[in-house]
Structure formats: structure tokens, C-alpha cells
């Protein structure tokens, strides 16, 4: 009998941190809806000794969570040769936007680069979709 089925997979904190990426930008120029962007856009870029932590894989889906709302994005080795355990990096998209409270300080401007989440693995989930994010009429 799989009893690991049966139990959830462990949730850590971390922060994250958002940034403008020309290629996904580039991707987004051409379409919100395509592929490119969603691959370049529904990412998380971590330390490596985060990955292993996790007991996660490169490309493997995580489940992210703030007070804010809920995404599921892929994992990505970041591309720092720093050291920044516990601290992840989203590009600025609907995805990272998600996740960020309206107003979560005294001046009322959103903290888009220090984003306070939980994260665990999603399993064979697959990517929220961008169309989650639309408010057509809503």
C-alpha cells in the first residue's frame, strides 16, 4: 500500500523578489496568451540548496502561497552565483502579481519586491492558467 500518497508535501517560507526581464518582455509583445510568455512569466527562480532542500526538481511545479492569493509556477535554478537561500526570484507578471497584497504598508503602495509566501511542491499540477488572472466583467 503507497501511503506516501495519502500525506502532503512539506511547506517552507520564503521571499520573494520581483524583476523586469527583457526576453519576457519580448514574449509578452507578442502575446499574453503564448507559450513563450507563459514559460518565461510562471516561473520561480531559486537556490539551488533551496531546490535540494525541498527535495524539489529544475522544472518541477510549486505551489506558492501568500495572504494575498495563490499560484502554481515552475522552479528554475537561479542564475546568481550568490548564495540567496530563502529568497526567490519571479519576473514582474500575473503570476508574481498574484501573489502581492493591494496594500500591505502605511503609504499604500504594494511591496512588489519583498513577497512573504509559503511554497511546496504541486506534484503534476499544471501552471495556473493566465486566464485565472483576467477580470473580463468581473
Not at 529544475?58 to 499560484?71: D, F, Q, R, T
Not at 537561479?78 to 537561500?85: F, K, L, T, V, Y
Request: aromatic share 10%; glycine share 4%; net charge positive.
Amino acid at each position: 500500500m503507497d501511503f506516501g500518497k495519502y500525506l502532503s508535501s512539506p511547506e517552507y517560507d520564503i521571499t520573494i523578489i520581483t524583476y523586469r526581464d527583457i526576453f519576457q518582455s519580448c514574449a509578452l509583445e507578442k502575446s499574453v496568451f503564448s507559450d513563450e510568455y507563459k514559460q518565461r512569466s510562471a516561473i520561480l527562480k531559486m537556490d539551488m540548496k533551496d531546490i535540494k532542500k525541498m527535495n524539489l526538481k529544475e522544472g518541477a511545479a510549486v505551489y506558492l502561497k501568500s495572504p494575498a492569493g495563490e499560484v502554481i509556477v515552475k522552479v528554475m535554478k537561479s542564475d546568481s552565483d550568490i548564495a540567496h537561500e530563502n529568497v526567490a526570484y519571479m519576473p514582474n507578471s500575473p503570476w508574481s502579481n498574484a501573489l502581492v497584497q493591494v496594500t500591505d504598508n502605511d503609504n499604500g503602495v504594494p511591496r512588489y519586491k519583498h513577497i512573504k509566501a509559503s511554497i511546496r511542491s504541486a506534484g503534476d499540477k499544471d501552471i495556473t492558467p493566465i486566464r485565472n488572472f483576467l477580470n473580463f466583467g468581473r
